[in-house]
């Protein structure tokens, strides 16, 4: 039967409503395509050349400050930058950036202050054709931007980062700072005007680029970038652990060799002190204000310790852990020669590079807490606090303040540059450090065969280690390992070792457990180290093949 006309209409209005329910978006309209193609030529109008110009004279010039701070010769605007940003972020919030990137952390905000300081000077060589018509004189031009530009840091940006005007603040003081920025605004000034004048005039057509070549260099530029940070991310995000290659070099390496000791520092360039030069000052509630010269404190008589260090942002099972021969004088031989008053209860310590750190009276005259001078049988290296530094047994490392030049006794209690940031402020604990065991041999996912030496060590501060307990199935049953403690006062980590023989072919979870001299078991409620210092039992998975 042949479709009636009705059937047919009917037919057309059915599928003129499905079309309708799938039809298309409608296309942008007409005002928003003209504000965008508006928008794109806005942009493409923009004097990028100019832009770019000043951020390549503005990387030399903080090149050559870069070189001058290094030398001591000067500021570096990216550091004093990453600086003042560290020293005012809450405590939580740069214990996860510490967590997750490690020192990368320190590496990204040193990356971001480096591009803020880049960016600026480009957008400042924008206007830099308006200044060359308003003075018309080449040389005028570059006196302009030289000391507009350092005017501009010495009177606005350094006394917002709290390095004081004309970097009054600053290590270096006010003529290094001053000197410093006046060389490097005029080698931006100088490279802004070869780029700008010599350059431009050789290519009048300019350099504009072409809507696929912009295209592509976009592309270009956020992949090279997002490479970049995955690169670093996959680098610096792999938590650090204390592993040796074998159980005889962990002997070997009981006391760790001053290079591979671990160093952890808030700055981005330590401070460089000339022991010549350098003068102790012991202050505060004392009968006798005293100053020594580091001749001074190697003619008085000197102790050597072995003590283990442990960085309190380090994770179970980490790397930021150490041991060495410390040599110094008493600090309280120090205390009583300045005649300590009584009444103080604590004492604080300051360094070169502005880092403060306070600790009870009663462990500041602990005959175990040295100044010392010494580490390993040599000279302080920088790194670790030449010329003198506070060894402090039992807390962890932010309390051994490094490069230290001044002593104070104080009354009442003072809460130091990371207790300030919400560090270790636990009431009872002043900074203890927690009980651990590390598995140190073989790495983490190592293939073991019939037989396996399992070993590493166990730190309790200066509390010494009585037990290390070792369980080859995740935690169900312990064996006791077996310790080789050194001879001397227990302030170092212990060495254990345990020998073990798969039952079976296939993964096994490896963890170890410590206990204190006085037998209190280690915290088994992991946690981060923030804000007193990681727990939890270390483990390790080893596959065995039989």
Not at 139 to 150: E, G, I, K, Q, R
Not at 392 to 416: D, S
Not at 470 to 486: C, F, I, K
Not at 513 to 531: K, N
Request: one cysteine or more; charged letters at 15%.
């Amino acid at each position: 039967m042949k479709p009636t006309r009705l059937g047919l209409n009917k037919g057309l209005v059915v599928s003129a409503a499905w079309g309708h329910r799938f039809k298309r978006a409608p296309r942008r309209s007409p005002r928003v395509a003209e504000g965008w193609k508006n928008l794109r030529a806005f942009i493409r109008r923009l004097p990028w050349y100019r832009f770019a110009a000043g951020v390549v004279a503005g990387g030399v010039g903080l090149l050559v400050t870069f070189l001058m701070r290094a030398f001591g010769l000067g500021v570096f605007l990216p550091e004093i930058a990453v600086n003042f940003v560290v020293g005012r972020i809450p405590g939580a919030i740069e214990s996860f950036f510490i967590r997750t990137l490690g020192e990368g952390a320190k590496l990204l905000a040193l990356l971001t202050a480096l591009a803020v300081f880049l960016v600026l000077p480009g957008i400042y060589a924008i206007l830099y054709r308006r200044v060359q018509r308003w003075l018309k004189n080449r040389w005028l031009v570059m006196a302009f931007y030289t000391f507009s530009s350092a005017g501009i840091v010495l009177l606005g940006i350094l006394p917002i980062l709290d390095a004081g005007f004309f970097g009054s603040n600053t290590s270096v003081g006010i003529g290094f700072a001053v000197f410093s920025q006046l060389i490097g605004y005029w080698l931006y000034a100088a490279l802004l005007d070869y780029l700008l004048v010599d350059v431009a005039a050789e290519h009048p057509e300019g350099f504009s680029l072409s809507r696929r070549q912009f295209i592509a260099g976009t592309i270009g530029a956020i992949a090279v970038a997002a490479l970049t940070v995955y690169g670093l991310g996959s680098l610096i995000s792999k938590k650090g652990r204390l592993v040796f290659t074998s159980i005889a070099e962990m002997f070997s390496k009981e006391q760790t060799p001053t290079s591979e000791f671990y160093v952890v520092t808030k700055n981005v360039i330590d401070p460089t002190v000339d022991a010549g030069t350098w003068h102790l000052a012991i202050g505060g509630l004392v009968s006798n204000p005293t100053t020594y010269s580091y001749a001074d404190l190697q003619a008085l008589a000197t102790i050597d310790e072995f003590v283990t260090l442990e960085c309190v942002s380090n994770e179970v099972g980490g790397n930021l852990i150490s041991m060495a021969e410390w040599t110094g004088v008493r600090l309280a031989t120090i205390l009583q020669s300045a005649g300590l008053d009584p009444s103080a209860d604590w004492i604080v310590f300051t360094c070169a590079d502005g880092y403060t750190a306070a600790i009870p009276i009663a462990k500041a005259l602990d005959p175990n807490t040295l100044v010392a001078i010494y580490m390993n049988g040599g000279p302080l290296a920088t790194a670790h606090g030449h010329p003198a530094r506070i060894i402090v047994p039992g807390l962890y490392g932010m309390f051994h303040a490094k490069w230290i030049t001044k002593i104070e006794a104080l009354q009442g209690e003072f809460r130091g540059y990371w207790q300030q940031k919400g560090w270790t402020n636990s009431d009872d604990a002043h900074g203890r450090v927690n009980t651990v065991a590390i598995i140190a041999v073989p790495a983490d996912n190592a293939v073991v065969g019939a037989t396996v030496d399992i070993g590493g060590v166990a730190f309790a501060g200066d509390r010494g280690i009585s037990r290390v307990e070792v369980s080859t199935d995740g935690g169900s049953t312990w064996t006791d390992a077996t310790l080789h403690p050194r001879s001397g006062r227990g302030l170092t980590w212990v060495l254990w070792t345990f020998n073990w023989t798969p039952p079976r072919g296939g993964s096994f979870r490896i963890v170890a457990r410590a206990y204190d001299a006085v037998g209190v078991i280690q915290d088994s409620t992991p946690a981060p180290p923030f804000p007193n210092g990681s727990s939890g039992y270390d483990s390790i998975t080893l596959l065995a093949s039989l």
